[in-house]
T-cell receptor, first 116, second 109 residues
Framework: GAVVSQHPSRVICKSGTSVKIECRSLDFQATTMFWYRQFPKQSLMLMATSNEGSKATYEQGVEKDKFLINHASLTLSTLTVTSAHPEDSSFYIC????????????FGPGTRLTVL | RKEVEQDPGPFNVPEGATVAFNCTYS??????FFWYRQDCRKEPKLLMSVYSSGNEDGRFTAQLNRASQYISLLIRDSKLSDSATYLCVVNDGNYQLIWGAGTKLIIKP
């Protein structure tokens, strides 16, 4: 099956710094990628849908200026958490849709962000 | 071998029947396990966590077999609304969730 990678898998940063998370589809081209966030003991929550070559679509309540998404190529989407605060500490997961596999979504392993 | 494997299905099941599917994992150090449900074009939602002693939530029962490294999900008295993709998720103990590709379930009237 298709593989989606994320980097880094874990990051600890100081409050006020920015953190970039990469999501890559390793063996397929993904025109659409999704970014999710999961707080402890809660389910995944969709943050935004990232379409290659166009602006991301953000879900209600997600600040687009704080969570910058760039989908510059068919295999890479990045999420930058700007001016991170402790309440941004969470598990961030991306997924990528494979148009050649009936648009099935493949999930990355996630990135654990801890903001001190 | 994939770290988390599921039968992709689809499982076509008549309404009211009982259906069960398994998920195997390769990392014996895995610490926690979950079943997620995903409806078409929507984000996965946590269905239930899987505890060592097994757990039940209404019509759904999840079990963990550490010796054989698999978890199972049993759905009794299936409803049309149970049609979805069920994702097995394993926390490998290194702050990473390993997601299965999902098992598609179709409940037929």
């Amino acid at each position: 099956g298709a593989v989606v990678s994320q980097h880094p898998s874990r990051v600890i940063c100081k409050s006020g710094t920015s953190v970039k998370i990469e999501c890559r589809s390793l063996d397929f081209q993904a025109t659409t990628m999704f970014w999710y966030r999961q707080f402890p003991k809660q389910s995944l929550m969709l943050m935004a849908t990232s379409n290659e070559g166009s602006k991301a679509t953000y879900e209600q309540g997600v600040e687009k200026d704080k969570f910058l998404i760039n989908h510059a190529s068919l295999t890479l989407s990045t999420l930058t958490v700007t001016s991170a605060h402790p309440e941004d500490s969470s598990f961030y997961i991306c997924s990528a849709r494979d148009p050649l596999a009936y648009n099935e979504q493949f999930f990355g392993p996630g990135t654990r962000l801890t903001v001190l | 071998r994939k770290e988390v494997e599921q039968d992709p299905g689809p499982f076509n099941v008549p309404e009211g029947a009982t259906v069960a599917f398994n998920c195997t994992y390769s990392n014996s150090a895995s610490q926690s396990f979950f079943w997620y449900r995903q409806d078409c074009r929507k984000e996965p939602k946590l269905l239930m966590s899987v505890y060592s002693s097994g757990n039940e939530d209404g019509r759904f029962t999840a079990q963990l077999n550490r010796a054989s490294q698999y978890i199972s999900l049993l759905i009794r008295d299936s409803k049309l609304s149970d049609s979805a993709t069920y994702l097995c998720v394993v926390n490998d103990g290194n702050y990473q969730l390993i997601w299965g590709a999902g098992t598609k379930l179709i409940i037929k009237p």
